[in-house]
């Protein structure tokens, strides 16, 4: 009897041992991916918040482990890209183009690591480059708020005044001007993607100038400009996500960047092929990766929605 009871341990020890065993084989084989997060990092409600969105949706669907740093945390996006490197993660993400001279010091230091920079184009070999037609889907924002404006003046704010930010300011003027010719539109600077006290100044400034339309690329700086059209009862248009429900009075649409579909995207064909597309993908309104958010605070007429309907298919067709 003593033997058979030392046999049956014997064995409940074997299985368990060989369960924890296929739990870690089975972790170790799942695809791994790092990101490196943009200055602001989570609860931005916009850049960032949308591409750990896309994480999480990989994880749940894809079955991928992800981890994260925060500029907050690490002091350096160096130090927490090396960090993710040194993890093991197979792909490792750089998101936001204050993160790229840091992720290309550590692609030529780590040059077996796959790496994927998001919002700026790099030219090291091992490194693809995700950037998004902002242009395209600001252009529909330019279109809506010239549709919304009846002082006929329309403002924008930036969170900074480099390329990429201009592209949302440009195809927002471009838009805008489609629709109405003549329309008076301020363009500012807050050189701050964190600050939504200042954003609420800048916001307040314009709306005294008789903006009734306002929109912000800037981060959390621009949760402040939609704070502070909504405190003024005019409308504003959200960025990066559909930010209706951050001030429901106030925000006509949002000019969504998809990153967190770009994200799940790309993930999904990583898990199949174990390797990236190399070089430089851009994605724009036919691709899905800039598109409006529903029309909310207003209604629009039968004409105006059918003009916008007409540039969001020459926007894809035009690609």
């Not at 949308?50 to 669907?61: C, N, P, T």
């Not at 954003?199 to 621009?222: E, H, N, P, Q, W």
């Amino acid at each position: 009897m003593k033997k058979i009871l030392i046999m049956i341990a014997s064995c409940v020890l074997l299985a368990a041992g060989c369960g924890k065993s296929e739990a870690v084989s089975s972790a170790d084989q799942k695809i791994k991916v790092g990101i490196m997060l943009s200055d602001v990092g989570l609860g931005d409600q916009s850049f960032s918040d949308s591409a750990f969105a896309g994480l999480v949706k990989s994880r749940d669907e894809l079955g991928i482990l992800f981890d994260y740093r925060e500029l907050e945390k690490t002091g350096s996006y160096e130090k927490g890209i090396t960090e993710l490197v040194e993890e093991g993660n197979d792909l490792v993400v750089g998101l936001g183009f204050m993160v790229q001279e840091d992720l290309e010091k550590a692609a030529k230091k780590y040059p077996d690591q796959q790496f994927l920079l998001i919002d700026a184009v790099s030219e090291s070999e091992n490194i693809t480059s995700v950037t998004f037609k902002e242009d395209e889907g600001s252009f529909l924002a330019g279109v809506v708020a010239a549709m919304a404006t009846k002082t006929n003046t329309i403002g924008f704010i930036g969170g900074a005044d480099v390329p990429l930010i201009n592209k949302f300011a440009d195809g927002f003027a471009e838009g805008a001007r489609t629709i109405k010719p003549e329309i008076v539109i301020y363009t500012e600077y807050a050189n701050d993607f964190g600050n939504d006290i200042k954003g609420g100044v800048m916001a307040d400034s314009m709306i005294k100038r008789k903006a009734d339309v306002l929109y912000a690329a800037a981060g959390f700086t621009g949760a402040g400009v939609l704070k502070a059209a909504q405190d003024s009862g005019v409308y504003a248009i959200g960025v990066d996500s559909d930010q209706y429900f951050y001030a429901e009075k106030a925000v006509v649409t949002s000019m969504m960047k998809n990153v967190d579909i770009g994200i799940f995207q790309l993930l999904k064909d990583y898990v199949k092929k174990q390797e990236l597309p190399d070089g430089h993908i851009e994605l724009g309104v036919k691709d899905n990766g800039v598109q409006l958010a529903p029309i909310r605070v207003l209604s629009l007429t039968e004409q105006q929605q059918k003009t916008l309907d007409q540039w969001k298919q020459k926007l894809a067709e035009s690609n």
